[in-house]
């Protein structure tokens, strides 16, 4: 299984940007699925996470900015982040609960994608 991000990138305050992550592989079943981000010095943190039946959570500094779905047709999840903020740079990462078989599953993380805000 293998979990890849794309559409970071470098964008102005204000502006926004759409990460998408696609999980491929050996898959039954995609359960939830999280966006995390680690800033320089900084722990990882998660951003915002998805459950299968449609259960959202968003950590509060991005409350009202980002939103994060998911077309599990194509095993993708996506964060759409508006608003940037001078805070916001960091790798985004995805994470997902996902299923080999339908006795097994574990947790797999993607290598991330770089978002650069300039203050």
């Known amino acids: 299984v293998q979990l890849v991000e794309s559409g970071g990138g470098l964008v102005q305050a204000g502006g926004s940007l759409t990460l998408s992550c696609v999980a491929s592989?050996?898959?039954?079943?995609?359960?939830?699925m999280r966006w995390y981000r680690q800033a320089p010095g900084r722990q990882r943190e998660v951003v915002a996470g998805?459950?299968?039946?449609?259960?959202?959570h968003y950590t509060d500094f991005v409350k009202g900015r980002f939103t994060i779905s998911r077309d599990d047709a194509k095993n993708t999840v996506y964060l759409q982040m508006n608003s940037l903020r001078p805070e916001d740079p960091a790798g985004y990462y995805c994470?997902?609960?996902?299923?080999?078989?339908?006795?097994?599953?574990?947790?797999?993380w993607g290598r991330g994608t770089q978002v650069t805000v300039p203050s």
């Open positions: 994470n997902a609960e996902i299923q080999v078989t339908p006795n097994y599953g574990c947790g797999y």
């Open positions: 592989g050996n898959i039954y079943k995609v359960n939830t």
């Open positions: 998805l459950t299968l039946g449609g259960t959202v």
